[in-house]
């Protein structure tokens, strides 16, 4: 069993940064995928940033070159640094552990971002 917590959201103006995190307990995430995916009100989830337990990356076409995901094995925690935030970047922010004999999700943290 793997317990995900998000942190790290708020409010902020357009243009500006937030660096979310999630943090695991339970299991250690470098065994795991890790994915943050996003839903805004009325949307589907879609996926934002996905890192594989060898460190290697993958980003929605929306958010390529302004946000970066990264782990922290030693720490447990996975990040998504997001950078030059769009109004259209609000939503709630899950991240999700996966692996062959499971998946995980957080409870999510809300990014709103202001015009």
Same mark, same amino acid.
């Given at each position: ?6 942190? %790290? ?6 243009? *500006? ?36 337990? *060898? %460190?290697?990356? #993958? ?5 390529? %070159? ?6 922290? #094995? ?8 997001? #950078? ?14 996966? #692996?062959?004999? *499971? ?13």
């Amino acid at each position: 069993q793997v317990q995900l917590v998000e942190s %790290g959201g708020g409010l902020v103006q357009a243009g *500006g940064s937030l660096r979310l995190s999630c943090a695991a307990s339970g299991r250690l995430l470098s065994t795991y995928a890790i994915a943050w995916y996003r839903q805004a009100p009325g949307q589907q989830r879609e996926l934002v940033a996905g890192i594989s337990s *060898g %460190g290697n990356t #993958n980003y929605a076409d929306s958010v390529k %070159g302004r946000f970066t995901i990264s782990r922290d #094995n030693a720490k447990n925690t996975v990040y998504l640094q997001m #950078n030059s935030l769009k109004p259209e970047d609000t939503a709630v922010y899950y991240c999700k552990a996966h #692996n062959i004999f *499971g998946a995980y999700w957080g409870q999510g943290t809300q990014v709103t971002v202001s015009s």
